[in-house]
């Protein structure tokens, strides 16, 4: 199911919204066709929750809890077409429970809105979960699996996951395409110490020069966060070495308020200046 949704996490359709503009967004993986019909439409008609949404493809987070919870609902759907009644009895008491019970009144009479206001509750997911006896044990696994599995191309270079990088890249994907925090995948790579990635990464022409929202360059992760070996590559590589971010600062003024005396001198043997 997880290398399903990560296909379904680059299907991107185009809304109409009703305040005249269009945006494309990423279909929710594991979404039939006929529930996709009802969310777009949905959205279509509520331009600001759609724009919301708009970032949720490049959210892991985000479509992993999606996943989890269609994991989930897929569990207690096959458990309620079962004749011995133990779902059917636990999904009454709910409708019967004073605090949940007009909630699930509401949901039967408005339908897609209200389940959606619903899943955006976590509080209120989390006391669902609680009164249907937990997680149920056997999903576990599929839920271990689903926080393994890489489902964006950032987190995919952040764990160092190669195999997962090389297929987004045949998809012919923006390669410096920024996550909702504004940071590239080089530069989850360089920040976490993925050498095999970043160099991926770079010959498919990623900019090393500018990997956040901030204008910081990956030398000044590789050398605010010690990595030596990348902090060489880079400079190998013609990287500008007094480079400024967009608070003035350069490599070597970000590696000397970490405090990565190892990185500072390579910074400065190459001519670097605070």
């Keep these: 199911?997880?290398?399903?949704?990560?296909?379904?996490?680059?299907?991107?359709?185009?809304?109409?919204?009703?305040?005249?503009?269009?945006?494309?967004?990423?279909?929710?993986?594991?979404?039939?066709?006929?529930?996709?019909?009802?969310?777009?439409?949905?959205?279509?008609r509520n331009p600001v929750i759609a724009k919301n949404l708009q970032s949720v493809a490049k959210d892991a987070d985000a479509i992993r809890s999606w996943l989890q919870t269609q994991a989930i609902a897929e569990h207690y759907n096959k458990q309620l077409g079962k004749e011995d009644g133990g779902m059917q009895a636990k999904m009454k008491a709910l409708e019967q429970d004073p605090e949940l019970a007009p909630m699930l009144e509401k949901i039967k009479t408005e339908g897609l809105e209200a389940a959606l206001q619903a899943c955006g509750d976590d509080e209120l997911m989390v006391k669902i979960s609680q009164k249907m006896g937990g997680i149920p044990p056997e999903i576990v696994n599929v839920l271990k699996k689903l926080d393994e599995t890489s489902l964006t191309v950032h987190e995919a270079c952040k764990k160092g996951d190669v195999n997962a990088v090389k297929v987004y890249l045949t998809k012919k994907r923006p390669v410096d395409d920024k996550d909702p925090g504004g940071i590239t995948g080089l530069g989850f790579a360089i920040g976490a110490d993925k050498p095999e990635v970043v160099k991926l990464l770079i010959e498919s022409h990623a900019n090393p020069h500018v990997v956040d929202s901030k204008d910081n360059s990956g030398l000044h992760y590789a050398a605010g966060y010690g990595r030596v070996e990348l902090v060489k590559f880079l400079l190998a590589g013609k990287a500008n070495v007094n480079k400024a971010n967009g608070d003035g600062q350069t490599p070597l003024a970000v590696a000397t308020q970490n405090n990565q005396r190892t990185t500072m001198q390579i910074l400065q043997q190459h001519g670097a200046t605070a």
């Design 1 to 44: 199911m997880a290398a399903t949704a990560a296909k379904a996490a680059l299907q991107t359709d185009t809304l109409n919204l009703t305040d005249g503009t269009k945006m494309d967004l990423t279909r929710l993986p594991e979404i039939d066709d006929n529930t996709w019909s009802e969310v777009r439409a949905y959205l279509e």
